[in-house]
């Protein structure tokens, strides 16, 4: 009698802990924080009004801008271009929630390709302002995103984002091409018959010279 009411006293205490432990775990699971979501605000010519993007209702827009700022995966340079090559300049705020974090300029249209600009005071900080050589699918992640911009053949296939240089049609000319192939052989080959035949007199001239001598 006094066993049974041993391990009934100890199953009892056992199911209360288990129940507690797990009322514990879901309260400090509910009490965790969670991640704002991500956003971008994009500012610039043609915009009249900020085009705020979010990440819960533009995924794709925002991870494709955010992506076209990284500076990680950019080519930093020592200077920038001249500020008549620039072009249209449009300011990309990063958000975390509504909470600004980090702020670059980008230059689509920049002359030389697209070019991205870090300034030195950040929302949150202070860092060193930068040049970075920007995306060549700038200007198409901007355009799909919703900045008036015209498309133009430095837009990339595979979605946003992309991933491959669109060529033009008009810049494949097959005849044209093979044309320029056949003049570039008809001139080697003239050369060389030039080569030869330099050659040749050389040759004949020397011998002429030798036999002259031995006469």
Known sequence: MVRRMRRLTGATVGAVAALLLSLTSATTAGAAPKT???GVDITGHGL??????????HPAHVVAVIEQVNHRGLVRQSGG??????GPKYTVMVLAGDAPK???DLYPKAVGGPRVYRPAKQPDRKVSAAWYLGRVS???TLRTAGVPLERTYEAVSGGVGGGERIIP???LNPAQ???EAFSDLRR???LNVAVVMVITVGLAGIALLIRRRTH
């Open 36 to 38: 704002p979501p991500a």
């Open 188 to 190: 080697l080959l003239l």
């Open 48 to 57: 009249g009004e900020p085009l705020r993007l979010r990440a819960d209702t």
């Open 102 to 104: 980090q702020t670059y």
């Open 177 to 179: 091409d093979i044309n």
């Open 81 to 86: 271009p001249k500020k008549a090559d620039l």
């Open 138 to 140: 700038m200007s198409e």
């Open 169 to 171: 049609e008009e810049a």
